[in-house]
């Protein structure tokens, strides 16, 4: 128990610390490119692929940090009348929707990765690799799993 | 699976949609199973599979138009890290008038307004605005109702007037222009901010011990000292939004600017130190993924309600029963109050976009009106139970206030969106006043 609660901070943590500079530099870099655009007519070339890129690798971060932190969106509307082993019940349920979803949807992206990859596909301006786009699905996918898997029941599932 | 007519397909996906939502699945993984298996019912697995995988290259394809949100989301979180609403607080309270009623009420619906300016998020105002106007309002004297009321009403402002979360959503939805949208949404938003404020004060003239006079004095000039300070504010909103409607910024810009330029402010005020800019980041990322998470969801709906051409059927079925445009605009309104009864707003406008804007789009509308009806439908399902958003927000900062008595304090407000509605279905042209105004085109 202490080794899994160690292990999901230690990954929550790190999920926390790239999501974040990753939206870093996407909000430093677009900042940046209107500075230097407004006064000295020079864009930084390439701007729109680094953004789309961060908010990517930021997003997917943030899609399995939500899981662990249970922060989706959900409606709450049965907490209050359900009863506590009911609501046990129901975090487990999600908890293994999202175990079985994720991996599997994972495992549909892989496709895709493959795809690009092979064919080579890149954006427009820089000519980013849209396989580094997928890997950061995958590895978001692939982490909302590991975290659902190993992260501590909720209070309710404790309580229960 | 057997044989079935789209619109069965259609309602047992729909339905199997809300039982998951009720069993508290999160709402994006609900919308996309459902999605998936009518998909896989109507069309094949094989292709249901096929439309699965792509879902995520929508999110690569537009991730620099995506950016958009989480810079909105930064800029509110940002905002209200900073305790910029104390000081909105005190200047709404400055511009108020002193001695009368209700002052303290009328003063948090305008600081609310104020900062729906920089913030895009009606709970976020709630929860900023609420941590501060409903201790000051009850230690004042007023009532628990009166004051959370006000406070659950005036956060719905968030979302209304711009920048606007929810309307960049609907914008990337329906594929319309940001500026666009948030021009539309600015006399609304401060017709809303009036009204409330009109309710608030007529509240006090029914119930005058709910809001007894302010006994706040100011030294001579002190007022005007106080209401300069909102100097900032009125940057951060001029540069920001003013910069996207001089065609200096587009909208990702306009609100990286924003975000930008709140964090800023923070930190020269040292009111934003390392620890609030990371928790404001942290925030962000947790919530703008939570809200990816349900697009990617809705857009596996969304192509499944496509597939079924259900809008198609729906647009004709309606056509053919010879009713007004603006009473089927009043019944979707009705529609939405009930959605709201157990949505929240975000997984709501996802929903129901695709299904209804061709409808109306169909009976003379235009998608630009259509977005700003469907946030103020929106903001009325904040604030009532049992999932207004706001309500809940404010009755976990206010723990010895019953959930109902919030929802009845926040009864009354409800009539200025009830006006609002009104207005626009029966005057449509209020939404394209500014927009005209300024030049620009709303397209059909």
């Not at chain 2, 192509?303 to 056509?319: C, G, N």
């Amino acid at each position: 128990m202490q080794f899994r609660l160690w292990l999901t901070q230690a990954l929550e943590r790190l999920c926390h610390v790239i999501a974040a500079a990753f939206l870093l530099v996407a909000l430093i870099g677009t900042v940046l490119d209107v500075c230097l655009r407004k006064t000295i007519d020079l864009p930084i070339r390439g701007i729109i692929d680094v953004v789309g890129f961060c908010i990517v690798v930021s997003t997917m971060l943030g899609i399995a940090l939500a899981w662990s932190a249970r922060a989706h969106i959900v409606v709450d509307l049965i907490d209050m009348t359900g009863s506590p082993r009911l609501l046990a019940f129901l975090d487990v349920l999600t908890r293994v929707a999202g175990i079985v979803t994720m991996p599997l949807l994972m495992w549909l992206g892989y496709r895709e990765f493959s795809d690009v990859y092979d064919f080579g596909d890149r954006t427009s301006d820089l000519g980013i690799p849209l396989a580094w786009f997928w890997l950061a699905i995958l590895v978001g996918y692939g982490l909302s799993a590991v975290l659902l898997l190993i992260a501590p029941p909720a209070r309710a599932v404790r309580d229960a | 699976m057997p044989e079935a007519s789209p619109a069965v397909i259609t309602a047992v996906a729909t339905a199997v949609m809300f039982a998951l939502i009720l069993l508290r699945i999160p709402i994006g993984l609900a919308l996309g199973l459902a999605g998936f298996f009518g998909y896989g019912w109507l069309d094949g697995w094989g292709r249901a599979t096929t439309m699965l995988t792509a879902v995520p290259a929508e999110l690569i394809s537009g991730a620099y138009s995506f950016s958009v949100i989480p810079m909105f989301i930064l800029m509110g979180a940002a905002a209200a890290h900073s305790g910029l609403s104390a000081e909105l607080f005190n200047i709404a309270k400055a511009v108020a008038r002193p001695g009368a009623r209700g002052t303290l009420a009328t003063a948090t619906i305008g600081a609310c307004g104020l900062f729906g300016a920089i913030c895009g998020s009606s709970v976020a105002t709630a929860a900023t605005m609420g941590r501060i106007a409903v201790p000051e309002m009850r230690q004042a004297g007023y009532s628990a109702e009166f004051a959370t009321g006000a406070v659950a009403a005036g956060g719905t402002l968030g979302i209304l007037i711009p920048p606007s979360v929810i309307l960049v959503i609907y914008a990337l939805l329906a594929e319309q222009s940001v500026p666009v949208l948030f021009a539309a949404a600015m006399l609304p938003g401060f017709a809303m901010a009036m009204m409330c404020i009109m309710v608030a004060k007529l509240y006090v003239l029914v119930r005058p011990e709910a809001g007894p006079p302010s006994r706040i004095v100011y030294a001579r000039g002190e007022r005007w000292r106080i209401v300069l300070r909102a100097w900032k504010v009125f940057a951060i909103f001029l540069l920001s939004i003013g910069g996207l409607y001089a065609g200096w910024f587009s909208p990702t810009e306009a609100a990286a600017i924003g975000a930008a330029m709140t964090i800023l402010v923070g930190v020269f005020d040292r009111r934003l130190g390392t620890k609030e800019i990371l928790a404001s980041i942290q925030e962000t990322t947790i919530v703008s993924a939570s809200l990816f998470f349900i697009f990617l969801g809705a857009l596996m709906y969304g192509r499944f309600i496509a597939l079924t051409r259900i809008p198609y059927d729906l647009t004709q079925w309606v056509a053919s029963l010879g009713l007004s445009a603006q009473m089927v605009a009043l019944a979707i309104v009705g529609i939405y109050l009930l959605l709201g009864c157990f949505l929240e707003s975000v997984s709501m406008v996802l929903i129901t976009v695709p299904v209804f804007l061709p409808l109306l789009q169909s009976m003379g509308y235009d998608a630009v009106w259509f977005g700003i009806l469907l946030v103020v439908a929106v903001e009325m399902g904040l604030v009532t139970p049992p999932v207004g958003m706001n309500l809940f927000v404010i009755r976990a900062q206010n723990k010895d206030v019953s959930l109902p008595r919030i929802a009845f304090g926040a009864l009354p407000f409800l009539s200025a969106q009830v006006v609002m509605i009104l207005i626009l279905v029966y005057w449509p042209r209020f939404t394209s006043l500014l927009p005209d105004l300024m030049g620009m085109a709303t397209a059909r």
